[in-house]
T-cell receptor, first 109, second 114 residues
Framework: EDQVTQSPEALRLQEGESSSLNCSYT??????LFWYRQDPGKGPEFLFT???AGEEKEKERLKATLTKKESFLHITAPKPEDSATYLC??????????FGAGTTVTVRA | DTGVSQNPRHKITKRGQNVTFRCDPI?????LYWYRQTLGQGPEFLTY????????KSRLLSDRFSAERPKGSFSTLEIQRTEQGDSAMYLC????????????FGEGSRLTVL
């Protein structure tokens, strides 16, 4: 069974203080690693898909990278509006995503 | 642009009552998913439809849970004889037939069982 572990559980940052979130995974044949953002009381919002080790994707202040066993989400010079829970998920078959518990990021002005 | 729509957004019910949630996916998406999310956890897979066919049900989906997608468009998730442990956010997602695998989620239906 696919397993996804995210760390840390919570991250408190000062505005402008860059940091990274970790997603470790165990999967029999990775067919995609996905990052989502989730605001309180809302559904997850798709951010990135990564398929192979060494791949990188960027969107505004976010950059996702992938190795054979983990993925990192780097937040560069965060702003308060980047405060959210960031979820990592993996796909090992044709359709289902398995999610981690998420990292809750709080950015203080 | 119409995203995934879920109704109702909030439902408070007494233990033992039945509840039904509806999901309208993005119109050209043939794949539809139900997930459940509790506080502090990530979404957990419940079931998956491709068009009208229900192709997988998680062991989390007890006999009290039933999902349908009768015409391959909207879907319903019914919970019979609700228990306090059913309190959660029920998320619906859809994906297109030739997509890259990402799911597009609705805003969720929050269930509180008293």
């Amino acid at each position: 069974e696919d397993q996804v572990t995210q760390s840390p559980e919570a991250l408190r940052l000062q505005e402008g203080e860059s940091s990274s979130l970790n997603c470790s995974y165990t999967v029999s044949g990775l067919r995609g690693l996905f990052w989502y953002r989730q605001d309180p009381g809302k559904g997850p919002e798709f951010l990135f898909t990564l398929y192979s080790a060494g791949e990188e994707k960027e969107k505004e202040r976010l950059k996702a990278t992938l190795t054979k066993k983990e993925s990192f989400l780097h937040i560069t010079a965060p702003k308060p509006e980047d405060s959210a829970t960031y979820l990592c998920a993996v796909r090992s078959n044709d359709y289902k995503l398995s999610f981690g518990a998420g990292t809750t990021v709080t950015v203080r002005a | 642009d119409t995203g995934v729509s879920q109704n109702p957004r909030h439902k408070i019910t007494k233990r033992g009552q039945n509840v039904t949630f509806r999901c309208d996916p993005i119109s050209e998406h043939n794949r539809l998913y139900w997930y459940r999310q509790t506080l502090g956890q990530g979404p957990e897979f419940l079931t998956y439809f491709q068009n009208e066919a229900q192709l997988e049900k998680s062991r989390l989906l007890s006999d009290r849970f039933s999902a349908e997608r009768p015409k391959g468009s909207f879907s319903t998730l019914e919970i019979q004889r609700t228990e306090q442990g059913d309190s959660a956010m029920y998320l619906c997602a859809s994906s297109p037939p030739m997509g890259a695998g990402e799911l597009f989620f609705g805003e969720g239906s929050r269930l509180t069982v008293l």
